[in-house]
């Protein structure tokens, strides 16, 4: 496989069609390369528009769900985020070179390690990787320029957004099969809260968030 092509294809092909069209967005996409997040069972897939399975019950994010998230939050490079979810590290390595510093959650032990070995090995030395439940946050960190939900939740925990900072930006994939709805939830006040739907998609659910609604958009 030619990598690089193929990286090209990806950006090309799957991510700037759907309407991620930041330059400085789809330059980092060949800087991070999402094949060094891969497992090696999946490498030869790692370009293909699929969540690819890392475990029984997890999936990594497609690549233009990825991009999409990134482009849409804005991050900038003072801020401050949190990445509920981490997965293997690819989007908090995307977010590291983004961020002044990333805070990375991962329920599954074994995702952490790999995680916190990827992006060691790539150089992104500005993210720290939690072994945790990301239901209730880091309340020791807060507050949030930016919390990023790496899947799907059926809600959003007000315990999350009380942990951003006012004028900070939360963005999670939310509802049930077979619709999803990226949202885009704005702090404007002590507990004023503003939201966009962003896009339609499905992604697979984050461990541990309860099913029955906490926060009413």
């Given at each position: ?151 799907s939740v059926a809600a959003v925990p007000q315990a999350l957004l009380n942990q951003l900072k006012v004028g900070g930006r939360l963005a999670a994939i939310v509802g049930g099969e077979p619709v999803m709805r990226a949202v885009l939830v704005t702090r404007k006040g002590a507990s004023e809260f503003s939201s ?22």
């Amino acid at each position: 496989m030619n990598v690089e092509q193929a990286r090209f294809n990806m950006i090309e092909q799957q991510i700037r069609p759907w309407d991620v069209l930041d330059p400085s967005v789809l330059e980092l996409l060949h800087v991070v390369h999402r094949e060094d997040f891969v497992p090696e069972a999946h490498k030869s897939q790692a370009f293909v528009d699929v969540e690819l399975p890392l475990t029984a019950t997890r999936r990594m994010l497609a690549p233009k769900v990825e991009a999409r998230l990134l482009q849409e939050l804005k991050v900038q490079r003072h801020e401050k985020v949190l990445e509920i979810g981490a997965a293997t590290g690819h989007l908090a390595a995307l977010l590291g070179h983004r961020a002044q510093r990333v805070v990375a959650v991962e329920a599954d032990a074994g995702l952490a390690a790999q995680a916190a070995a990827n992006l060691k090995r790539t150089g992104v030395l500005n993210v720290s990787v939690l072994n945790q439940d990301g239901v209730a946050g880091v309340a020791a960190e807060e507050p949030f320029d930016v919390i990023l939900l790496s899947g799907s939740v059926a809600a959003v925990p007000q315990a999350l957004l009380n942990q951003l900072k006012v004028g900070g930006r939360l963005a999670a994939i939310v509802g049930g099969e077979p619709v999803m709805r990226a949202v885009l939830v704005t702090r404007k006040g002590a507990s004023e809260f503003s939201s966009v739907e962003m896009f339609d998609t499905v992604a697979g659910r984050l461990p541990g968030f309860a099913e029955a609604p906490a926060f009413s958009f």
